[in-house]
């Protein structure tokens, strides 16, 4: 018998229906991915045990030499695939890296310019909910009204107002390129420093699908998940002017021992991230965007921007009189999973919000391509079109189901073997 299943039924029970909703459903939230069966083995390894405060050669607890293997991997891939100088592996998410950037050079009460949350910037960028608003003040820049692309001249106007100590360029839903060296322009006229945080964006700029900013900004930020594929965490990048106080501000600054277990399965994400197609995954991924994008927008759907040039977009559901809240509700039942989300100049409130947004790592990785958007496409209408319809979610929830199966995830490996029994045991 499984170890957990004796030990803990009610989590083994929990962990087996999370695999089976993963299994039977589409995941359509931009900022999910899923991990390869090497980067689960390695996440749940015996490097769980080990304390190892420090960096590689420089512990403060004895017998570290292998997880030192296993970071300096990580910090040699992570250099190697964005082109860094420097590379610090240990942040346990992409807030806490931003966290250490902004502790390195600033202090509270200096100004951070960043993307307004609402236009779709991110938390850790100066929210004022967030430490980053709550420790640092805190100024925005927004999209333009018409165009809802960022305007670069309104930017440099914002900056020469406030000047910031500190420009952030980033999102979290935002779906067109962004101009870094235009960014690193502007934050050089006010002498600022430039943070790039390329959580969701990671993916396509290590496959060389998507602009870098590693060649314009003093620190870059990113998640190892999104379309990276890899175990939730954060990395920093920067040159080797800032590399000793990056890693001061992560150790002993903001966090104490590494989680390894979860630096290992970094490393072996970057690995992958170096081989086996990943370049081929990433430009499926935006195929797929447009694929699915394209369809909705023929079915008369708006989507935000006109388009994308990565791998997500946002759909204003105002013509279709659906908050996104209520939307993301009816296509949940219907087994297709996506968020709410504010658009440019919401008029209605975060919790209801008038869009909603999809991104395509999560099917790719099961890889499904263009035809399948176009049937995910005709699903998404359907619900949205007959929200009143429960029997049209339920049939449409057997048919994703029936499509997931023709492209499973963990069906054949690992996973399969610890839950032999999940179709038997969970329902659907």
């Known amino acids: 018998m499984n170890p957990l299943q004796t030990v803990d039924p009610q ?69 190697q695939i964005f082109g860094a100088e420097h590379a610090n592996v240990q942040p346990h998410s992409g807030s806490q890296a931003n966290m250490a950037v902004y502790f390195a050079v600033l202090k509270p009460g200096d100004t951070i310019l960043a993307l307004d949350l609402a ?57 067109r390129f962004i101009d870094y060296a235009a960014f690193a322009d502007i934050a050089r006229e006010v002498g600022a420093y430039l943070l790039a945080d390329i959580a969701h964006v990671a993916g396509m700029i290590a496959a060389g699908l998507h602009p870098s900013p590693v060649p314009h900004a003093d620190f870059v930020t990113a998640t190892t998940h999104k379309t990276m594929r890899g175990p939730r965490g954060g990395i920093i990048l920067c040159s080797k002017e800032y590399a000793a106080k990056i890693d001061s501000c992560i150790f002993p600054g903001i ?102 947004r999809i991104g395509t790592p999560a099917v790719t990785t099961r890889g499904m391509k263009e035809p ?25 929830r057997a048919d994703v189901a029936e499509l997931c199966d023709a492209f499973p995830i963990y069906r054949n490996g690992l996973m399969a073997m610890l839950f032999s029994e999940l179709p038997q045991q969970v329902g659907a």
Not at 20 to 47: C, D
Not at 137 to 165: H, K, W
Not at 330 to 351: E, K, V
């Open 11 to 79: 989590i083994f029970d929990a962990l087996r229906g999370e695999l089976h909703r993963q299994q039977v459903g589409l995941e359509l939230i931009a900022a999910e991915n899923y991990v390869s069966e090497a980067v689960l083995v390695a996440q749940g390894s015996v490097m769980t045990n080990k304390y190892a405060e420090g960096y590689p050669g420089k512990r403060y607890y004895a017998g570290c030499e292998f997880v030192d293997i296993a970071e300096r991997l990580a910090i040699e891939r992570a250099k």
């Open 119 to 175: 236009h779709g910037g991110h938390l850790s960028h100066g929210a004022a909910k967030s430490f980053s608003g709550k420790i640092f003040n805190s100024e925005s820049y927004g999209v333009d009204r018409d165009t809802e692309t960022l305007d670069m001249d309104a930017v440099r106007a914002i900056a020469r107002d406030c000047r910031p100590q500190m420009i952030v360029t980033g999102a979290s839903a935002y779906s």
């Open 255 to 356: 966090q104490g021992g590494p989680l390894m277990h979860t630096v290992a399965g970094k490393a072996v994400a970057l690995s992958e991230a170096l081989h086996g197609g990943f370049q081929e995954y990433q430009r499926q991924i935006l195929d797929n965007c447009q694929a699915l994008l394209g369809e909705l927008k023929r079915r008369g759907y708006r989507i935000v921007t006109g388009g994308s040039d990565n791998h997500l977009f946002l759909v204003d559901l105002r013509d279709q009189d659906i908050t996104g809240r209520l939307a993301c509700t009816l296509l949940d039942d219907a087994g297709i999973t996506l968020n709410q989300n504010l658009i440019p100049f919401d008029p209605r409130s975060a919790r209801e919000t008038s869009g909603i």
């Open 372 to 396: 399948q958007m176009v049937q995910i496409a005709d699903w998404i209408d359907q619900v949205l079109r007959h929200r009143d319809d429960a029997t049209l979610r339920q049939r449409i």
